[in-house]
């Protein structure tokens, strides 16, 4: 049967990347040797990790300003490395708290300087991005994260800030375009809308890296990783490959504006059944606030979570629970998912409302 795959990450990938992949296993290029049995330095590696560099610029525009990365440790490695190289000892960040991800990223970050919460939707378990917040100068950067993949709110605007942005674009990276001029420094693991685990792309202005008064060690230093071009250590190179591919897949689409397209069109059908159906509702509290990659909703009567649950297992609908944060359901729909994926889904609350209202 056909599968409908709405996990929340890993996710969903395109399937071209997967039949690219499973060759470059076995037989890279017809080398007769896979992908994971070569140098990371041989001419066939340097090429992978040039093309999804090159590729990362191209889709987000990016000037020579700004370095590209490749490193592991996972978006939450970030939490840390980011205010262990921006933040002095004596300095203060600011953080916008929307989610789980977010009040990690604020816990790592008081290891190392001072952190200002300028707004949190904590105490609404984070149905709500927080509107328009003042955020003061004398701040080193001001972080958030662009999608709570948890709670499902995202930013459909950025914050004015005359210091620069730090964003966790974990699970919205490459949906839709975004002026990367307003950042410092954007991450995000790769597993939600870019590649596999085990890789994740940092973009950062290069005239912000190697200011830390803090020695370092290498691995956690973004100069090093700057100066070796991620190769300092081995890369991972088996996701570095997979993201090339995913990347590659994202351009032929027609790049960032075809994504938000695309991803605006599956969200609109989701959100308009969602709004209609007399059987669920929607978790985020303002409609503004909703997120277009991973839509959380609930049942209107908790009995009625495991009967929806089967009816959508059998029609090929998979990852559909909730995060136990929130319960009810998220509908995760990543740049690869195709908008039949969501129709079928629309189908089922549809019938599932005609049978149970
Ligand atoms: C998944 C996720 C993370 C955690 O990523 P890891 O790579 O597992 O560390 C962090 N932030 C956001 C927004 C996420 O969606």
Wanted: glycine share 8%; charged share 20%.
């Amino acid at each position: 049967m056909k599968k409908h795959n709405f996990n929340a990450g890993p996710s969903i990938l395109p399937s071209e990347v997967f039949a690219q992949a499973a060759e470059a296993m076995v037989n890279y290029q017809d080398s007769g040797l896979s992908l994971l049995e070569i140098s990371h330095r041989s001419k066939e590696f340097e090429a992978v990790i040039a093309e999804a560099e090159a590729l990362v610029r191209e889709l987000l525009g990016l000037t020579d300003d700004f370095a590209v990365l490749f490193l592991s440790g996972g978006a939450s490695s970030q939490f840390f490395m980011a205010p262990m190289n921006l933040l002095n000892e004596g300095e203060t960040a600011g953080y916008l708290d929307t989610g789980s991800w977010s009040s990690k990223a604020i816990k790592e970050a008081k290891l190392f300087g001072k952190v200002e919460v300028l707004a949190s939707s904590k105490a609404e378990n984070y149905a709500y991005i927080p509107s328009q917040v003042e955020v003061p100068g004398h701040l080193k950067y001001l972080h958030l994260t662009s999608n709570n993949t948890i709670f499902g709110t995202q930013y459909h605007w950025w914050p004015a800030a005359s210091v620069p942005l730090v964003a966790d674009m974990s699970s919205d990276i490459f949906s839709r375009p975004v002026d990367v001029s307003r950042f410092g420094l954007i991450y995000a693991g790769a597993q939600k809308n870019m590649g596999p685990a085990g890789v994740t792309l940092v973009i950062l202005r290069k005239d912000l890296a190697g200011k830390a008064q803090r020695p370092l060690p290498a691995m956690l230093d973004y100069q090093v990783h700057i100066e070796n071009g991620s190769m300092y250590n081995t890369p991972p190179v088996y996701a570095i490959y997979l993201s090339m591919l995913t990347l590659r897949w994202i351009k032929e689409q027609g790049g960032l504006k075809a994504m938000d397209k695309r991803n605006r069109e599956k969200a609109r059908l989701f959100y308009h059944e969602l709004d209609h159906n007399p059987l669920f509702k929607g978790n985020v509290i303002a409609p503004e606030d909703r997120s277009l990659m991973n839509a959380t909703f609930l049942p209107l009567r908790p009995e009625l979570e495991k009967p929806f649950l089967d009816q959508c297992k059998a029609a090929g609908i998979e990852g559909l629970k909730g995060h136990r944060s929130v319960g009810g359901f998220r509908a995760s729909m990543y740049n690869a998912m195709p908008v039949e994926s969501v129709q079928v889904l629309v189908e089922v609350m549809k019938d599932f409302a005609r049978a149970n209202g």
